[in-house]
């Protein structure tokens, strides 16, 4: 897996409460059995028009946020289908964070699994970023947020500094961009005994 | 062995944990993995390029059903992508030792209909799949949840899962459901209460006299949609309904009454803790129906759509009124006079023998209102000869249904059952996000009888006043 150390990146926001997997990556886009190149088809049918063009009112086209890679949401961030072609779209695009207040279980497992950080930050805090990104964009420039993953701490240029949660399990495999079923299988002399001693309960 | 009173889930999570290597998460040990064509092409493939195999292949069972037509299955699928998608999973269970349920086979299905009517899904078990409705076997009295392919490749690999123990929610549900009022109406008006992230992080546990009232079916309708409530594993703790119901199926266990022995000691111990407790009440419940784009966004049939600028939370407000406008909805609307172009009857959450016989009973004598475009897809092989047994698809067909076959067809409408934009459909699957059903589709959820009473009068019908024929 890709590792995860720190980061620095334009923001995007995406003013939406419960954004769905199903918007993330539309269902005509998952009959790929490839890994890659989910990005193309990424928020399709927001961000493309009937006749393919991109839609100039979708958040994520405007000019000013073009090469982000941290997504600022609202609560519920990837509910829905536990398909991972969501996490792989986004990452394929170019986003390696995602910040909002909540995000949905599946989702949020997913995430780890491609290199991808998902911060959640009090409800408080997310509604200052977005202030602080309309700001910034007012001001002519995107915004900009550093995440370091050592320290689980997010900050910006201005003062903006906040720590985060990641559980210690998921962050070292991060950090060091582990093979997490090679980890698993290190484990194998117990998985076997596990399945001895139930073979056995079960009189198999 | 510890002495403190232990939940449903307590009692599973304990018998899977396999070792918590220090500064790891804990290894659970998975019973079962149910595997379908979309989301593990991928998993396969890491399995291919490591060099790695299926650790159990005697406990891992697949079948296409996302993806694949609903119309006669002798024709080719016409869709290449969706072909190579089927032929992949094909080529990977025969290359992996995975039995696979294949299209052409009697017993396929949606993947969460026919774990449990073949027997594969028992009470005690952690049940995993790449499909976030897998919640469904819960109702079982069964841990069971939906993951992403890297976890699909994982369980492939290792039969275990890494997993931090999720919190308990019990959800009590006291007295009994009005005539009328199904399952899908309860779990509805369920996640209308507790929003769509109000389960994030929990497990729910159904529990009260208002649940342990509902037959088998009727409680995997409630564990599916578990999930749109944020919730990844709904359950409910197995009883005699549940024996009765595993008894004789084909991969329940030979020596049936241990089983049950064992099954017995599964429900929670008298004053066992749960983190978190909600109680509701059967009696308050009425027939639902959703108005919006997330299951929560949901009201009774004698109810008007809300007006969404009246809510308190801004976020709730922000994503009311986007709705309504995708939805082409006015605030205030009786929810009877919204008028259907679609009906589809089917989907994981009610596509069981027992949602057609409701929905044929509705049906039966009447015709599909000439506005309205009306198909029943049955959730599996079996479930379609069953009914074609009982006569429902004579009385579908001469009401002008379309009848098809088994898969998961409109839910998502990842095969050809797709609405076209404007359309709004009245579906009994589990989801009304935007386009789920097909871009720029209108999808609300109802009951099997709602929908089949709305496929007949062509707009919502409130089903507790309807003339059975």
């Known amino acids: ?204 | 062995m510890s002495s403190t009173p232990r939940t449903l889930l307590d009692k599973i999570w304990d018998a899977h944990v396999v070792c918590t290597p220090p500064g790891e998460l804990p290894l659970l040990y998975v019973d079962r993995h149910l595997v379908h064509e979309v989301t593990s092409p991928q998993a396969f493939e890491g399995l291919r390029l490591a060099g790695r195999r299926v650790r159990r292949p005697d406990a891992t069972f697949a079948t296409p059903d996302h993806n694949i037509p609903t119309t006669d299955r002798r024709l080719p699928i016409a869709d290449p992508i969706s072909k190579q998608q089927i032929d992949t999973l094909r080529n990977n269970c025969l290359e992996f030792g995975v039995r696979l349920f294949d299209l052409g086979d009697a017993d396929q299905g949606i993947v969460h209909v026919i774990g449990p009517e073949l027997g594969i899904t028992q009470p005690g078990m952690t049940i995993v799949c790449g499909d976030s409705h897998t919640a469904t076997h819960g109702a079982l009295g069964a841990l069971a949840f939906g993951i992403g392919t890297s976890e699909v490749e994982h369980v492939l690999a290792t039969q275990t899962l890494r997993q931090a123990k999720p919190k308990s929610l019990e959800l009590r549900v006291e007295g009994s459901l009005h005539p009328g009022v199904t399952a899908k109406d309860l779990v509805l008006y369920l996640i209308g209460k507790l929003s769509t992230e109000g389960g994030t992080g929990h497990v729910i546990e159904y529990t009260g006299p208002c649940i342990r009232r509902l037959g088998m079916e009727e409680r995997m309708t409630v564990c599916n949609m578990s999930i749109e409530a944020g919730a990844r594993a709904g359950m409910i703790a197995p009883d005699q309904i549940t024996f009765d119901y595993l008894r004789g199926r084909d991969y329940a266990p030979r020596n049936f009454d241990r089983a049950v022995a064992e099954w017995e000691r599964l429900p929670g111990d008298p004053g066992a803790v749960f983190d978190r407790v909600e109680i509701f009440q059967g009696g308050d419940v009425v027939p639902q129906v959703t108005w919006g784009t997330n299951p929560a966004q949901v009201v009774g049939i004698d109810a008007t759509v809300p007006d969404p600028t009246a809510f308190g939370d801004p976020n709730e407000r922000e994503s009311g009124s986007r709705a309504l406008d995708y939805m082409g909805l006015k605030g205030g609307t009786k929810i009877v006079d919204i008028p259907l172009d679609r009906v589809f009857i089917g989907s994981c959450t009610n596509s069981r023998i027992e949602d057609l016989r409701a929905a044929a009973s509705v049906v039966r004598g009447y015709r599909v209102a000439p506005t309205v475009h009306a198909m029943v897809v049955p959730g599996s092989g079996r479930v379609k000869r069953q009914a074609e047994q009982e006569g429902l698809d004579r009385v579908f067909r001469d009401a002008g249904f379309e009848w098809r076959e088994a898969g998961c067809s409109m839910c998502l409408g990842m095969n050809p059952d797709t609405l076209t934009p404007g359309q709004r459909c009245a579906s009994t699957s589990n989801r009304n996000f935007e386009g789920r059903q097909g871009k720029g589709g209108r999808t609300h959820l109802v009951s099997p009888a709602m929908a089949a009473a709305a496929a007949v009068t062509g707009h919502f019908t409130d089903i507790r006043h309807w003339l059975y024929r």
């Open chain 1, 1 to 204: 897996m890709q590792s995860f150390v720190t980061h620095t990146g334009i923001v995007a926001s995406l003013d939406r409460a419960n954004v769905d997997t199903d918007q993330i990556i539309p269902k005509q886009f998952l009959k790929r059995i490839e890994r890659t190149g989910f990005g193309q088809f990424l928020f399709f049918d927001w961000r493309f028009l009937p006749d393919g063009a991109p839609n100039p009112d979708f958040e994520l086209n405007r000019p000013i946020v073009a090469g982000a890679s941290v997504l600022l949401a609202r609560r519920n961030f990837g509910c829905g289908s536990s398909r991972e072609h969501a996490p792989w779209a986004l990452a394929d695009y170019g986003f390696k964070v995602v910040i909002a207040p909540t995000f949905a279980d599946i989702f949020f497992n997913n995430c780890f699994q491609n290199g991808m950080v998902p911060i959640r930050l009090p409800e408080a805090d997310v509604e200052e970023l977005f202030r602080r990104t309309r700001a910034a964009e007012a001001a002519g420039g995107p915004y900009r947020l550093h995440v370091d993953l050592p320290s689980c701490n997010v900050s910006d240029d201005a003062g903006f500094s906040r720590s985060f949660t990641v559980d210690p399990f998921r962050k070292r495999c991060l950090l060091e961009g582990l093979d997490d079923i090679g980890l698993s299988l290190q484990h194998v002399d117990k998985i076997a005994a596990w399945e001895a001693a139930h073979a056995a309960l079960a009189g198999e």
